[in-house]
């Protein structure tokens, strides 16, 4: 389904999502108190055995969560980031002047308040434009070599659809470097839904996060 998408199309799905990384970074902001600013540079189609790559090699180690999309959609969210990223993102919820231990049950925590503070507003966002009900699972988190962690996911995800939908966003705390990969990996027929709610609602122009 994803070969067929003609330009328009295109343009429409990446308007849901940057609106839908406005609202996450808002979202964010508030958690930490600080201006985190989150950006859509860019949405690709991808073979599925190919995502390790975008998210800096399969052996690169990287902190990842794992969502299923419940309720009138099914796929998978993944937020994969490499370990200083993770690190810099933990310390600044936490507030504190040294990061924990990614394993250690603090880091655990602040990971998972990140993920689903991210991906709830994400998927409210495209949920009010799409009139769909889009609700996270309950995350799950590991710390590992990112071809590992996205082995069982992405074992599941083929025999959904052969090619993923990658975006890629950029985190940013007062020009700090911090990058991390959100990949949104719906199955074909939520995709479809999703755009043709979105076409006969309008397309969302003007929408602000």
């Given at each position: ?10 343009d429409?799905?990446r ?26 540079p860019r949405?690709l189609?991808?073979?599925?055995e ?7 090699g399969?052996e690169?180690?990287?902190?990842g ?6 309720g009138?959609?099914?796929?998978v ?8 990223s ?6 600044i ?10 394993e ?17 507003a994400f998927l409210?966002a495209?949920?009010?434009?799409s009139?769909l009900s889009?609700?996270?699972?309950v995350p799950?988190y590991?710390?590992?070599m ?21 975006v ?7 020009g ?15 995709l479809?839904?999703?755009i043709?709610a ?12």
């Amino acid at each position: 389904m994803f070969e067929k998408l003609d330009a328009t199309r295109l343009d429409i799905l990446r308007e849901i999502f940057t609106v839908g990384a406005g609202h996450a970074a808002t979202a964010l902001s508030q958690l930490t108190g600080r201006r985190i600013d989150l950006e859509v540079p860019r949405v690709l189609f991808v073979p599925v055995e190919k995502v390790p790559e975008i998210a800096g090699g399969a052996e690169t180690v990287v902190a990842g969560l794992y969502f299923h999309i419940l309720g009138d959609a099914r796929g998978v969210i993944l937020l994969i980031l490499p370990e200083e990223s993770a690190l810099s993102m933990v310390q600044i919820v936490c507030a504190s002047a040294e990061a924990p231990q990614l394993e250690s049950p603090l880091a655990v925590s602040a990971m998972q308040e990140i993920g689903n503070i991210l991906a709830s507003a994400f998927l409210s966002a495209i949920g009010q434009l799409s009139g769909l009900s889009l609700i996270p699972s309950v995350p799950g988190y590991a710390r590992d070599m990112a071809g590992s962690i996205l082995d069982l996911v992405l074992i599941e995800l083929s025999r959904l659809a052969d090619t993923a939908l990658v975006v890629e966003t950029v985190f940013g705390e007062q020009g700090a470097g911090i990058r991390g990969h959100f990949f949104l990996l719906p199955d074909p027929q939520t995709l479809e839904a999703m755009i043709r709610a979105v076409e006969r609602a309008g397309a969302p122009g003007g929408a602000s996060a």
